[in-house]
């Protein structure tokens, strides 16, 4: 039985599988069989087959689908946009997928555009991957020059046209609506919900904005069937999943595991432990807008409701570890650093509130802080919360800061009480 | 109605609104930023927030933006629960970590919505230990201070810019709290609604720059309700005015905005609130003028023009009330001119000065002709005139010949707003509240239908759905076929590559719910008002209904000098003729012109001929120009600002304006000179001593009513003088005027008693009533806690409604008349000589009295000429080259301009600039086009 769907064509050679290759591994089977069923079907598979969004939220993949209006009455123009712009802190799962393996991608967007009733499909690519560019370009055209993407496609009547936009850069386009915004044309700034993009999305037609990951899941799943897709996980969650460590462990790399392996395994089995003579004093289990967990959370499962209820999120599954030896205010800083430079600007919260942490961090860093910065930290973030802010990403940012604050509040307090950074 | 809870307590409310909105409405203080009454939600700056609670059992709630929240029926809310008390504070303090606190030397302090919503907060302490971002400011222009270390970035200033305005070059640059609010380079900006920017800016980044070089703080500023003069729209201003430093006699400071819901709404076109400061400009007329003979220099003598010297007002009064005398005993014939932007007393007491047979409109016959045909026409039961909320809710729209951007430029941003209608249809469709702004307008672009015919391009062609550039015949052509196909008749007379595109528009037209036809004056031709109002008639016979039919006057008070001078001869090219016949009776003869340039109106030819017939001129006006270089005696007469009277706008709406301040000098109102005249007439009879018992406005809007039946309603308008509330008049000034007893101070210490006020029950200080929802006659608009004009939601029947004790005018009652069925004109044949000249305004140069404001002087273009560009490279001639024209008698000289617009073999010539104001008069006109040879030479 395949265990390794996303990752089976990926070599230890840092190319691309061609559509030759692809198609003698198998590959666009799963396309020819979406073809020959009805769209609505493969929304219910999908959706029956639990895969949640690997962009970091976990929502249910074929329900998202399921809210774009369907039938005659409903628009005649509806889009597809994948998500790859692959920017959290700590994350380079995407890219492997997009460099190694093109053509899954293509096959799972093609089947997703198929599904949603949708002719034209945008890849928002974060501009920096410039290999992964070039490898999509050329796969889109091997697929186009051998009829599987374009005007009637084998025969079907169904056209569908992928095209490659590469972002100027800006974390903020990781979110569905400022990527289309972004896209439009306009600033990436994020759109207020409802109205959602699947009833009103890229220049107000219904639209669907997946993550890279999550449609490289979809062929394996429409070709092999729900029941197999459900066995690859080990614990709630259905499927196979890209995890990744950072961090200062043996073999930092990513890895194709089932949902619900332990923390442990993949940090101890996979990434060899940490290097010797450190100790994992904590770690953030899914990018850098996610909390941090301590030592006694390293046998959950990594799956989305298992993570959720120990107080962070599984995010995009790759983890940075905290050692011992690594001073977790300048961790905390540098990463506030990157989410204040990368708030779009439009709600105060982010926008003024961010630049302050940093201020803060950076003062309690430099040996310059005072213990009631300490509770001015706390009510900073505490007021960056989930709705208090325009989108996700000032509650994002928040949380490595809210949980450093509370797991190691003792170093923060030795920086103050000593004048100086305790690790230097 | 939906029934909510706010705090424990229940309202009824207005279903489909926001909470916040709501709140507002209801009296209850929300501290905002970004969201505006006009222009919707966004939810970015997040201080509106309240807590919503599930149900009765949750005691906990959830923190909600209020302005991105729908009320629904049932809903419990709380505005003062701690948790959201303290999220408000916190979004101040976090804006507050890079405004630089200048409020001292920041012009928006006094009215500065940042400050008040600070105050509302209750936020006092902020812990923020670090540095301030700074940002380089911009050069704006003449009209805009840029001060971006104060923004707190709510983004109002693009959202009117760029998505209320269609204005393209003021964005938002950068990310972050480095976000920047300016253009990419540094320049005027373009858009002619940018000085809306001040009072949309909750703070000090966008200022009043003219304001600035004669700043005081709002308190300090008197003011009154008044009328924009500088158009025919009618939008209601709050100009401000305060003691000036020389001889401290009051001088206007600024004009903002006050809010008319069926006009002006939020927003004035700059040309209306930067126009203001020609008041205050050099050529001023402040004294009583007499021509001098005894130094007269040859050359100035041979042009016909006089060296005056100031007279004491009493020895120039008594020499008008000889002249009176004189043409009293028929001993001399009296001419009065009147004029389109004096009030209806000025010109109704002239005209029964003179008698109605000797006055004269003011005008060239081609103009009266035309404000007798929007009369006309908008008397039809079939044609109703839309307000402005009516025009932005039409779902086509045809404009024929009007370039209304330029001409009457609040109703373009109203077109403007129209254009949105299938987006906000759509958002209905989807559920979407049309208050969520950013959501709304994220729908498809697909405009709604403008289609626009013009002499060439115009303001709007960014959202018209089809364009159509033609001689004002082919125009009018164009609109007699719509009229035809919309009568399901066959059309003759248009060519066949518009037959499509006239049969497209029909299709719209006759197919929408809310059509609305949009034409005017400004083409200068009766036959396109003509077809447009075919075409309105065709429309409304169809759908048996009246059709909106917009037609703009060119001037502040043309319609109602139109219905004081019904008879079509009474033009200024007839006067000469008339003179003439006069000097064969061997009566001298004295014309009286009442603010009137009278070189603005006929060519230079027979403005001459008037000024040299006459014996006697006499002018009184505002500016000196060159009517008033011809006079034997001038009159200073006051502004609007300075003056109380009643004028009428495109839509028939009478309105009346009150004295924001005594005009300094002698100057007073045209009608108390021509009434101290009479007063001091040594021959009295039953019209003389009526003229000189005119004491108040009131008794000239009595006379006028009873003269004129159909201006009933001018004598309905506004309180009389003695009107009182609660035993007190209105107060012009805030009660935190400063300096009332200190500012005379250098001359006496006593306290000045004001200045009684002969017309309005308004005083010229701080003691009488300060409510606006007391008195319609309040232009201050100010409530406790709210400083800013944001205060106004506090008198209006709900967001956007009306004043609650508003003053918006009566619309005047013409007796319906039916229109005759207008054929088009037939065309002559044969090729014409020369070129045809077509009238092209802009906001920026063509406004008389707005082009002596040094700020709008700045910025007005150099005289151009649109050429065509196949005409222009058959006359091989480039952009710039000098070109000169010679039309009747006059030749302008002006600058060559490429149109890929204007039609061939014609010509785009400037309406009523400085200088080439004879080109306006004629146009549309055949001219002659010269090249003016370039110096050549140098030391090649």
């Not at chain 1, 991957?129 to 169904?158: F, Q, S, V, W």
């Not at chain 1, 595991?257 to 940490?274: N, Y």
């Not at chain 2, 609604?193 to 709002?218: A, I, M, Q």
């Not at chain 2, 077109?415 to 994220?442: C, F, G, M, T």
Request: charged share 25%; net charge negative; with cysteine.
């Amino acid at each position: 039985m395949l265990t390794n769907p996303l990752t089976k064509n990926i070599g230890p050679q840092n190319t691309a599988i061609d559509l030759a290759g692809y198609r003698a591994a198998g590959g666009y089977s799963g396309w020819r069989k979406a073809l020959a069923g009805d769209p609505g079907d493969l929304v219910k598979m999908v959706q029956d087959a639990g895969l949640r969004g690997r962009g970091g939220a976990g929502f249910n993949t074929g329900l998202k689908w399921s809210f774009v209006p369907r039938g005659d009455d409903s628009p005649s123009i509806k889009y597809l946009v994948c998500n790859a712009d692959e920017m959290e802190p700590g994350t380079f799962k995407d890219r492997l997928l997009m460099e190694r393996d093109p053509h899954l991608l293509i096959e799972g967007m093609a089947i997703a555009a198929y599904a949603i009733e949708a002719r034209t499909a945008y890849i928002f690519i974060r501009g920096e991957y410039h290999t992964a560019t070039a490898r999509l370009e050329k796969a889109i055209a091997e697929a186009r020059e051998e009829g599987l993407l374009g005007e009637n496609i084998l025969g079907t009547g169904y056209s569908l046209e992928i095209h490659l936009h590469c972002s100027a850069g800006n974390y903020i386009c990781g979110e569905e609506t400022a990527l289309l915004n972004a896209l439009e044309g306009k600033r990436a700034v994020p759109r207020a919900k409802p109205p959602f993009p699947q009833v009103s999305g890229l220049w107000g037609k219904p639209t669907v904005v997946n993550n890279v990951e999550t449609f490289c899941n979809i062929p394996h799943l429409i070709d092999l069937g729900v029941d197999w897709y459900k066995s690859l996980g080990r614990g709630e969650d259905a499927g196979t999943k890209l995890f990744g460590v950072s961090g200062k462990v043996k073999n930092p790399g990513t890895w194709e595991l089932p949902m619900g392996t332990p923390i442990r395994e993949i940090i101890e089995v996979h990434a060899g432990g940490m290097r010797d003579g450190l100790k994992l004093k904590g770690f953030l289990p899914g990018g850098g807008s996610t909390d941090f967990l301590g030592p006694e959370h390293l046998d959950l499962p990594m799956d989305y409701d298992a993570i959720g209820k120990s107080g962070s999120r599984m995010g995009t599954g790759t983890i940075i570890v905290l050692d011992d030896k690594t001073c977790p205010v300048g961790l905390v800083l540098n990463l506030t650093q990157f989410f204040a430079r990368e708030s779009c600007g439009w709600c105060t919260p982010c926008r003024d509130g961010l630049p302050w942490a940093v201020k803060i961090l950076q003062r309690i860093e430099n040996g310059e802080g005072r213990l009631e910065d300490i509770g001015l930290l706390q009510e900073q973030v505490r007021y960056m919360g989930p709705g208090n802010t325009f989108c996700a990403l000032a509650p994002g940012a928040a949380e490595p800061i809210q949980s450093a604050l509370k797991l190691f509040e003792q170093d923060f307090v030795e920086h103050i009480e000593k004048g100086c950074c305790p690790y230097l | 109605m939906p029934t909510i809870t706010i705090d424990g307590d229940d309202y009824e409310v207005e279903e489909g609104q926001n909470l916040l909105s709501t709140c507002l409405s209801l009296g209850i203080d929300l501290p905002y930023f970004c969201w505006h009454p006009a222009m919707g939600s966004v939810g970015a700056c997040r201080q509106c927030a309240v807590i919503e609670y599930k149900d009765a059992e949750d005691h906990r709630g959830r923190l909600v933006m209020s302005c991105m929240t729908p009320i629904k029926d049932g809903g419990l809310y709380s505005v003062t629960a701690e948790q959201a008390r303290e999220f408000r504070g916190s979004i101040i303090e976090d804006l507050m970590t890079n405004h630089p606190h200048d409020c001292p030397v920041c012009e928006e302090g006094g009215e500065c919505h940042l400050q008040d919503m600070t105050e509302m907060t209750g936020h006092t302490n902020r812990r923020y230990r670090g540095t301030k971002r700074t940002h380089r400011n911009q050069y704006l222009g003449p009209f805009i201070n840029h001060e971006m270390n104060r923004c707190i970035a709510c983004y109002r200033c693009t959202r009117f810019y760029r998505d209320y305005a269609g204005g393209t070059d003021l964005q938002a640059l950068g990310r972050n709290n480095q976000v920047y609010f300016g253009r990419q380079q540094e320049g005027v900006l373009e858009n002619g609604f940018s000085g809306n920017l001040v009072e949309v800016c909750p703070t000090g980044v966008f200022t009043d720059k003219t304001f600035s070089k004669h700043y005081v703080r709002k308190w300090d500023l008197q003011t009154a309700p008044s009328i924009c003069e500088h158009c025919a729209v009618g939008c209601n201003t709050a100009p401000g005015a305060r003691e000036g430093w020389d001889g401290k006699d009051q001088m206007l400071r600024r004009v903002i905005n006050l809010y008319h819901r069926e006009i002006n709404g939020y927003f004035l076109c700059d040309r209306g609130r930067f126009g203001y400061d020609y008041v205050n400009c050099d050529a001023r007329l402040k004294a009583v003028l007499a021509a001098r003979t005894d130094t007269l220099i040859e050359s100035t003598a041979a042009r016909g023009e006089r060296i005056h010297g100031e007279i004491p007002p009493r020895e120039a009064v008594e020499r008008l009330a000889q002249t009176l005398a004189q043409a009293q005993k028929g001993q001399r014939r009296l001419i009065g001119i009147g004029s389109p932007r004096a009030s209806l007393e000025n010109n109704f007491a002239l005209r029964q000065l003179v008698g109605p047979d000797n006055f004269y409109a003011g005008l060239a016959e081609r103009d009266l002709h035309l404000l007798h045909l929007v009369d006309a026409i908008q008397r039809d039961p079939r044609i109703h005139s839309p307000t402005t909320p009516e025009i932005e809710s039409a779902d086509a729209i045809l404009i024929l010949g009007e370039d209304i951007s330029n001409t009457a430029p609040r109703v373009g941003l109203a077109v403007r707003q129209a254009a949105r209608n299938r987006q906000r249809r759509q958002a209905r469709e989807l559920k979407i509240p049309q208050w969520q702004d950013a959501s709304v307008r994220q729908l498809d672009g697909d405009p709604s239908p403008i289609a626009v015919a013009g002499f060439e391009d115009s303001g709007l062609d960014d959202i018209a759905s089809s364009r159509f550039h033609g001689t004002p015949e082919e125009i009018a052509a164009f609109g007699h076929a719509l009229a035809q196909l919309i009568a399901g008749k066959q059309p003759a007379e248009v060519s066949p590559e518009y037959l499509e595109m006239a049969q497209q528009i029909s299709e719209t037209l006759s197919a929408s719910e809310r059509p609305l036809v949009i034409s005017g004056c400004g083409c200068r031709s009766g036959e396109i008002l003509q077809a447009a109002a075919q075409l309105a008639t065709a429309l409304a016979d169809r759908n048996s209904n009246p059709c909106a039919l917009y037609l703009t006057c060119l001037e502040v008070n043309s319609l109602g000098l139109a219905q004081l001078c019904t008879d079509g001869k009474k033009a200024l090219d007839h006067l000469p003729g008339a003179l003439r016949t006069e000097g064969e009776a061997k009566n001298p003869s004295s014309v009286i012109v009442l603010e009137n340039e009278l070189c603005r109106r006929v060519d230079t030819a027979t403005a001459d001929e008037i000024f040299s017939l006459a014996d006697e001129l006499i002018v009184l006006d505002l500016l000196h120009n060159l009517t008033t270089r011809r006079a034997d005696l001038v009159f200073p007469a006051a502004a609007t600002v300075e003056s109380q009277g009643t004028v009428i706008n495109s839509n028939g709406l009478a309105q009346c304006f009150y004295a924001v301040y005594e005009g300094p000098g002698f100057i007073q109102e045209s009608w108390r000179w021509l009434a101290d005249a009479a007063a001091f007439c040594p021959e009295s009879n039953a019209l003389i001593s009526t003229i000189a018992d005119w004491k108040h406005c009131h008794d000239l809007n009595q006379a006028i009513a009873e003269a004129f039946p159909e201006l009933e309603v001018v004598a309905e308008l506004g309180p009389d003088e003695d009107f009182r509330i609660d035993g007190l008049e209105v107060a012009r000034q805030s009660h935190r005027y400063s300096g009332r007893t200190a500012i005379y101070a250098d001359k006496s210490v006593a306290e000045h008693k004001p200045v009684k006020d002969p017309d309005a029950p308004l005083v010229f200080s701080m003691e009488g009533i300060q409510d606006p929802d007391k008195s319609p006659l309040q232009a201050n608009i100010w409530s406790p806690g709210w400083n800013s004009n944001q205060a106004l939601h506090k008198f209006l029947q709900g967001i956007g409604g009306k004043r609650r004790c508003g003053n918006g005018g009566r619309k005047i009652q013409r007796a319906s008349r039916s229109l005759p069925d207008w054929k088009p004109a037939v065309q002559p044949a044969g090729e014409a000589e020369g070129f045809l000249l077509l009238p092209i305004y802009r906001m920026f140069g063509s406004g008389e009295l707005s082009a002596m404001a040094p700020a709008i002087a700045s910025v007005i273009a150099q005289p151009f000429v649109l050429i065509n560009r196949h005409d222009a490279k058959r006359l091989d001639i480039d952009a710039g080259d000098p070109l000169e024209i010679t039309v009747g008698g006059d030749r302008c000289q002006l600058i060559a301009e490429i149109s890929d617009s204007i039609p061939f073999g014609s010509l785009g010539v400037p309406y009523g600039f400085p200088q080439v104001e004879p080109l306006g008069t004629e146009a549309p006109a055949r001219g002659q086009l010269h090249l003016l040879q370039l110096e050549t030479g140098g030391d090649q």
